[in-house]
């Protein structure tokens, strides 16, 4: 869930308010420094590891003196998101393109499927390396600079799909798939890569251990279907799952071209 508490303050979003004035003692500050931090107690220890003492502690200042940059956890936590989001937008992003897709060459046409894996390429490569970030994901928009970057980059890119330009509602419905799907199947990946280490054991050895218990359960015949998937379908790694799932999402997309 993702929380927004910036119009409680009273005093403007942090996007649009001044850091405090640079002082030399006791120690340089900045936003940059104050979420370069956080961040780091949150790729070690979760988002529970996350404090506004913590990171002070970390940073060897008083606790009092990062309220001048952030005012709450909420603000800290949005910063945060958009330094994720710094890895995942492009630079500098693209414009949106200015010709018709359906005058563009033949070979050129069928680009935005490429430029859509790899911005799916960079979210997954984001959320692998920070595991929190995905649990700030699905509420309400992020609206940082960084998070609005790489929004007008997915757009700008379906904007380009022939038969979408001009249509800015299927550009919205497309975007919402896509970014559903990187949403819902990295926070599948994310939660069993943190299942394997709280157990110490792989997803196969779990997946052997299950093994006599699904026999038994699929014996009397009531699951044929499971069996069959289980018995006949590829075993394929998170990141061959990650695209297979990804084509079909682009699949989608391109079924509404006429």
Known sequence: MTPRHDSDTGSGLVWERPEPPERRTPGPLSRALIVGAAVELA???GLEGVSIRRV???????????????ETKAELLELMVDAVYAEIAPGPHGARPEERPEERPEGQREEWREQLR???????????????????????????????????AALAVLWGVPGFAGRP?????????????????????????????SEGRSNHEWQVAMGPYMVRAL????????AEV???ADHLTPGESFAAGLEMVLDGIAAQTP
């Open 219 to 226: 014996a009397a015949g009531r699951h044929p279907t499971i």
């Open 118 to 152: 790899a911005i799916a390429g960079r979210h997954r490569a984001a959320a692998l390396r920070h595991e929190w970030f995905i649990e700030l994901l699905g509420g309400r928009p992020h609206l940082g600079p960084n998070a609005l970057a790489a929004r007008e």
């Open 56 to 70: 002070a502690a970390v940073l060897e200042v008083g606790p009092m003196r990062l309220y001048g940059y952030v």
């Open 230 to 232: 289980m018995r006949s």
């Open 169 to 197: 509602t299927l550009v919205q419905q497309a975007a919402g798939a896509f970014h559903a799907y990187l949403a819902g199947r990295l926070r599948v990946e994310v939660a069993q890569r943190q299942a394997e280490r």
């Open 43 to 45: 790729d070690a220890d």
